[in-house]
């Protein structure tokens, strides 16, 4: 019972707090944080614990976001096969250009992935025009049914729902960190000779990590869609690309609570710089200059061993949701 | 016969002199209170096994490597913190292991470098030492032999008439007859220069160095200074 | 397609792949030599472009203000070095990546409170056109792809001819036993960088007759530019030339057969390249992951 406990405590503080949250702040505010933060997640997923950079998240928030929306444009009006349409054509995307994109360095893996989310920005914009009706973008808020028990038109069911997928997705996360799998992760990000040397595939560890964490951001793109109700090629526009990074950044590479944390930081920053200056490129690109420049491990990441220390007295270690391991 | 390592003070007419070094790869310790002194124009070699910490030693003396902990003097500059290229400049000089030259590179733009970084556009010593490389001059380093490389390599090396040549394993992989002409080069240059050899040929350096010290997992385990001492057999025995 | 549109599309391809290398020989040297990529060269692309819109008003001449973009995205470049990436150098590729995004979303900040959001045109500094085998073609495109030859036969130049120009070559090959020969590797970094910088500023001033500048246009041409140097190879300069006017020509024709795909094809042939060789035509395999 206490070791269940120990497992879930932090999970259920940090969704504590998220419900806390909602009753304080203003509702389109918070929901876009919760679906934020699992676009984060993956792409915390891929950096932290595989090392990969990728500049081309927007991507597969798209492709998650555009298949939803033409389901719900064209055929149909459950919300929930959207998001599941969506949640598939994210997958189906991973698989097929994983093979090609892992076995890539890392830096022209970055920079492919950038060249994937123009190449869909162009797609969206121009050359399947005819169906997504380009700069325009798909609105289909009216089509959306109501569904029984959670009514996703509502944005307060909305939120319950896209609470309960985070925690979801979270603890699926953590599961797989504690697993013998999220062990082979880190490993291939730190060595991945000896990582050969024990039997293991490091093209097959990263290959699946690629897929899960893509499947995530597209999870978060039909999350995206059937919230707004409405999706335009702007999703994906390279000007976003910084969006994952910085934010996954700012919350702590790799760590599990980072990404709720820094999207958080991230909306809210968005949020008021942008009501007071406008100019948040300014703020948000020398912001990570300095947190790159003064170290990796972000607001999360440097708080996490204090908390630790004050609440398990024990000595900060590198251990589980805390290993920020680099060279 | 010295066997333990020495505890005598620095002497000022030391061109080189370690003392209390310790370096480690991150978490991983590979150096232990590493002492070592060389005198002017003297030959000193250093022979361990493979891992021992011979070339991290050598590469801490250039400023490649960080040290924890310990003082790398010559005379009375010190060197630890100073940029790789500082050193090079203060006349100590390293010549590194694997024979790899600028590949893309003629053997005379090898050199060219060499007197661009020292100001030094005499070659004649380089040509005298190392005749071959005259013929070998417009070729491209990548097309050398490995014998023809560490000729190169040392001859470039002694541009700007270095104080200490650091030699990482320079017979590694030669033919007889070019480590018997490297041998006499090495004699023949130790009348200016002092010289650390990092070595696995015993034979070799027992026969010019005056002094071995002998690096066994970081650690040296013997100081042999007494020319009676310095024999293969007896080096194997600390290894 | 009658022979007038060809020859109209095939200079248009030549004008933009010459921008295309100016840009990707930066990114290239950068990374062969200090091992970082550099994303902040778009930056200095934008810089040349609003630098050049704003001195052609000041001043009437828009070659003056290509020079000047030129020199000023330089002195950014310098001072961009000096301050950030000096610290960085040592770590894992990553990191230059996302730090030089910063700066580059960053100065697009800058660009925006400066000059504001609404895209300027710069006029083109010669509207003459010249009959190439019955086709008016405009000289002003002829120009740039004129000076991005040349460009490259200085680069040649320099990197074969002079000492210096050998140091980097050396250094791109391995750096530290530059160091080991007493050359201060440190002023070399520095130097590249600038050319770095100032070629992307004379790419973004030479661009910006062709294009209306706005804050965002380094971004809009960061995937071709990135595509380029990945099918050149990073770190080569022959690659670069070659897949800079090999992507210009792609994107040129291939709009005049169907638009929009033509902006993807290089993204597909940079696929089939990485299918056959990860690391691009001429890229060399030395670094680990």
């Not at chain 1, 090629?233 to 996954?248: K, L, N, Y």
């Not at chain 1, 100019?279 to 790159?292: K, R």
């Not at chain 2, 009375?76 to 292991?97: C, E, F, M, W």
């Not at chain 3, 290398?21 to 994303?39: E, K, V």
Request: proline share 4%.
């Amino acid at each position: 019972m206490l070791k269940a406990w120990r497992w879930w405590w932090g999970i259920v503080l940090a969704f504590s707090l998220l419900l806390v949250a909602r009753v304080f702040l203003p509702l389109p505010f918070i929901n876009e944080v919760v679906i934020f933060s699992i676009y984060t997640m993956g792409c915390s997923f891929l950096l932290g614990r595989v090392g990969f950079i990728s500049f081309g998240q927007p991507a597969y928030l798209a492709v998650g976001a555009y298949a939803t929306a033409f389901y719900l444009f064209y055929y149909g009006t459950n919300p929930y096969i959207g998001i599941l349409l969506g949640v598939a054509a994210g997958g189906i995307v991973a698989v097929i250009v994983g093979p090609l994109f892992v076995r890539l360095r890392s830096d022209y893996f970055a920079l492919v992935n950038l060249a994937l989310a123009v190449i869909v920005f162009y797609l969206m914009q121009k050359v399947l025009a005819g169906i997504t009706h380009g700069d325009n973008g798909l609105w289909f808020l009216t089509n959306i049914a109501s569904t029984p028990v959670l009514d996703l038109g509502k944005p307060g069911h909305f939120f319950i729902f896209a609470w309960l997928v985070t925690l979801a997705v979270w603890a699926f996360y953590k599961y797989l960190d504690d697993s013998v799998y999220g062990a082979c992760c880190l490993a291939t990000k730190i060595n991945e000779d000896k990582l050969k040397f024990l039997g293991y595939d490091n093209f097959r560890i990263r290959l699946l990590a690629f897929v899960i964490a893509n499947t995530t951001t597209a999870l978060a793109g039909s999350m995206y869609a059937v919230y707004l109700g409405f999706v335009s090629p702007e999703i994906t526009s390279p000007a976003r690309a910084a969006d994952p990074v910085v934010v996954t950044i700012l919350g702590g590479v790799g760590t599990l609570y980072g990404p709720i944390v820094g999207a958080f930081a991230y909306t809210g920053m968005k949020d008021v710089v942008s009501k007071l200056i406008g100019n948040w490129e300014l703020i948000i690109g020398f912001l990570l200059v300095f947190i790159m420049l003064a170290g990796e491990k972000g607001i999360w990441g440097t708080l996490q061993p204090l908390f630790e220390k004050l609440l398990f007295r024990k000595k900060a270690s590198a251990t589980d949701d805390g290993a920020e391991v680099h060279r | 016969m010295s066997m333990a390592p020495d505890n005598e003070p620095p002497q000022s007419g030391d061109i080189l002199c370690v003392s209390g070094l310790n370096v480690a790869y991150g978490e991983a310790r590979v150096l232990f209170d590493i002492d070592m002194r060389v005198g002017p124009r003297q030959i000193v070699a250093c022979v361990g096994r493979n891992g021992a910490g011979k070339t991290t030693l050598l590469k801490s003396i250039a400023g490649f490597l960080k040290p924890l902990a310990g003082a790398v003097t010559s005379g009375t500059t010190n060197l630890v913190g100073q940029p790789s290229y500082d050193i090079a400049r203060l006349g100590i000089k390293y010549v590194p292991q694997d024979k790899k030259v600028f590949s893309d590179l003629t053997v005379a733009e090898n050199l060219e470098l060499g007197s661009y970084a020292t100001k030094d556009y005499n070659w004649d010593p380089v040509t005298t030492y190392f005749p071959k490389l005259k013929v070998l001059m417009h070729r491209k380093a990548g097309y050398l032999s490995g014998g023809e490389r560490q000729m190169l390599m040392i001859g470039r090396a002694l541009l700007g008439s270095p104080q200490v040549l650091l030699i990482d394993e320079p017979t590694e992989g030669l033919a007889p007859s070019i480590v018997t002409h490297l041998r006499n080069v090495f004699s023949e240059l130790s009348k200016n220069t002092a010289l650390v050899i990092v070595e696995q040929n015993l034979p070799l350096v027992c026969a010019i160095s005056s002094k071995v010290y002998a690096i066994k997992e970081g650690r040296v385990v013997a100081e042999l200074a007494d020319p009676e001492s310095i024999k293969p057999e007896i080096c194997e025995r600390f290894l | 397609m009658d022979a007038q549109l060809l020859i109209s599309g095939v200079i248009f391809g030549l004008s933009i792949g010459g921008i295309f290398f100016l840009m990707a020989i930066g990114l290239s040297l950068c990374f062969g030599l200090m091992r970082i990529i550099s994303l902040d060269q778009l930056l200095y692309y934008s810089v040349g472009g609003y630098i050049t819109y704003s001195v052609s008003l000041a001043a009437g001449s828009v070659w003056l203000g290509v020079l000047a973009g030129c020199a000023v995205a330089g002195i950014v470049a310098f001072a961009v070095e000096r301050l950030i990436f000096r610290r960085i150098y040592e770590r894992e590729l990553t990191y230059s990546m996302i730090t030089s995004f910063g700066i580059l979303i960053g100065g697009i900040g800058v660009i925006k409170s400066i000059w504001g959001v609404v895209p300027r045109p710069v006029p083109v500094p010669t509207m003459i056109q010249w009959n190439v085998i019955g086709t008016e073609v405009p000289v002003y495109r002829l120009i740039v792809f004129a000076l991005a030859i040349v460009v490259y036969a200085g680069i040649w130049l320099f990197l074969n001819r002079t000492i210096i120009g050998k140091a980097i070559r050396a250094g791109i090959e391995d750096v530290e036993h530059v160091e080991g020969l007493g050359i201060n590797v440190s002023r070399l970094f520095t130097l590249t960088f600038i050319i770095a910088g100032a070629l992307s500023g004379l790419a973004g001033g030479l661009h910006a007759p062709l294009i209306m500048v706005d804050p965002q246009m380094g971004l809009e041409v960061l995937a071709f530019v990135f595509m380029v140097v990945i099918i050149g190879g990073l770190g080569s300069i022959k690659g670069t030339l070659i897949s800079a006017f090999l992507v210009g020509q792609v994107v040129s024709l291939g709009s005049l057969i169907y638009a929009p795909l033509a902006q993807m094809a290089p993204f597909a042939i940079m696929l089939v390249i990485l299918l056959i060789k990860p690391t691009g035509l001429y890229g060399s395999a030395l670094l680990k992951r």
